[in-house]
């Protein structure tokens, strides 16, 4: 099944792309954790956007798209994937359709207050992309992920300012994305304020997998 996960930064599209992932066995890709990669190889590409990502403003559509396109020819993504992160504008979601046909839009619906919450307490792996949270979901020792044992930091894009920016930056110009997938019957609505677990299993029966 080919997947995207629309929704506000912080309404949990990662942690639940990394859940759904293994249940579905189709792979995770997330643009923000491609970006996040290269910034932190401080590759050429790295270099261009760090300072737009950081800022919580949007990549150019070019060069994301383009870095859609590489990623969706390659043999692991034939039969099925999850986009998390993209697309953002119509824009890439017209090129989307260009080079691939997605089965379904989960719309991941979550209040401002919620997502404000959710960002501002969390910590994020630098080794295998894991969240975690000050309050809800704690390391057990600061600073180190118990997954993997990998760094655990604050995105500096989860920093007060640029979660102001993503949120306005996500109504202007990602909202108008609901309302396209659902005139062409893909979007399916969840409710993102649950508990992990929860959602999950909502997601399964909405998905029938
Ligand atoms: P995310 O991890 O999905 O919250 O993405 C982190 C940041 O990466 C965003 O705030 C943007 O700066 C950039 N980014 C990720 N996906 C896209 C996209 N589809 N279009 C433009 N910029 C993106």
């Known amino acids: 099944m080919k997947l ?3 929704g506000p930064p912080g309404a949990g599209k990662g942690t639940l792309a990394l859940r759904m992932t293994k ?9 923000g954790n491609i970006f996040r990669e290269a910034i932190a190889a401080a590759s050429q590409l790295g270099l261009k956007v760090k300072a737009i990502v950081d800022a919580g403003k949007l990549v150019d559509d070019g060069t994301t ?14 039969d099925s994937y999850i986009l998390d992160g993209f697309p953002r504008t119509i824009a890439q979601a017209e090129a989307l359709s260009g080079f691939s046909n997605i089965d379904r839009v989960v719309n991941f619906d979550v209040p401002d ?9 969390r910590f994020v792996c630098r ?5 975690w949270h000050k309050t809800f979901n704690p390391p ?3 600073g180190v ?31 108008p994305l609901i309302e396209y997938y659902r005139k062409k019957g893909l979007l399916v609505d969840i409710d993102a304020r649950p508990d992990v677990d929860s959602i999950v299993e909502n997601l399964k029966k909405l998905l029938r997998t």
């Open 113 to 121: 207050s919620v997502v404000i919450e959710r960002l501002s307490g």
């Open 23 to 31: 249940i579905l066995n189709a792979p995770h890709i997330s643009t």
């Open 145 to 175: 992920c118990d997954k993997c044992g990998g760094e655990v930091y604050t995105r500096e894009d989860d920093r007060a300012e640029a979660v102001k920016k993503r949120l306005d930056v996500y109504r202007e110009q990602t909202a």
């Open 127 to 131: 080794k295998c992309g894991f969240n």
């Open 65 to 78: 798209i383009e870095l859609v396109r590489e990623r969706l020819a390659r043999a692991d993504v034939v």
């Open 4 to 6: 995207v996960f629309l």
């Open 140 to 142: 057990e020792k600061d």
